[in-house]
T-cell receptor, first 114, second 111 residues
């Protein structure tokens, strides 16, 4: 049972480059989300989706795009990378967007923007 | 705006000790309080979820309590083991189902 799979694990970009962080889950979860984790700070929500074809912004959406064409996949796109986007990125999913739903996390992508 | 704080940022204790990790929040109107464990290079693992109507939850050697009136939650770890070494994060769910996260407490259990 793979759970939530994120790729790549590490990435180095130059300022202005674009890339896509991949996230896939095999638990048939409707809710998927992207967080970033910076040193000394709590996780911050970037974007989330409550089902295929539905996405919404979180706390820090600027500079990131998402789409949800299937239940399984929720890629995060950086259109023009900036040093401020250096962070660890986590994808998480749950059965539904509910207050008491357990969240399952991927192992993270460590991104450095030079 | 809800703020979640975890103090201390790091804690080191000898193996076998019982210990308490703290989590405080500024807005008592939460729907639940969750505790997660984060191991280096790995994702977060959900440990315990306390619904707003509950006072505590237990799983094995872990016990989490919630006091909304004082804005506090604690995670109690009994008979600590080196394998408990990790970063522990708490998160409070607001009325929009969004989780507001603390920065975590890095726990080191010394053999």
């Amino acid at each position: 049972n793979a759970g939530v799979t994120q790729t790549p694990k590490f990435q180095v970009l130059k300022t202005g480059q674009s890339m896509t962080l991949q996230c896939a889950q095999d638990m048939n979860h409707e809710y998927m989300s992207w967080y970033r984790q910076d040193p000394g700070m709590g996780l911050r929500l970037i974007h989330y989706s409550v089902g295929a074809g539905i996405t919404d912004q979180g706390e820090v959406p600027n500079g990131y795009n998402v789409s949800r064409s299937t239940t399984e996949d929720f890629p995060l796109r950086l259109l023009s990378a900036a040093p401020s986007q250096t962070s660890v990125y986590f994808c998480a999913s749950s059965y539904a967007r509910g207050v008491n739903e357990k969240l399952f996390f991927g192992s993270g992508t460590q991104l450095s923007v030079l | 705006k809800q703020e979640v704080t975890q103090i201390p940022a790091a804690l080191s204790v000898p193996e076998g000790e019982n210990l308490v990790l703290n989590c405080s929040f500024t807005d008592s109107a939460i729907y639940n309080l969750q505790w997660f464990r984060q191991d280096p290079g790995k994702g977060l693992t959900s440990l315990l979820l306390i619904q707003s109507s509950q006072r505590e939850q237990t799983s094995g050697r872990l016990n989490a309590s919630l006091d909304k009136s004082s804005g506090r939650s604690t995670l109690y770890i009994a008979a600590s083991q080196p394998g408990d070494s990790a970063t522990y994060l708490c998160a409070a769910a607001d009325s929009n189902y969004q989780l507001i996260w603390g920065a975590g407490t890095k726990l080191i259990i010394k053999p």
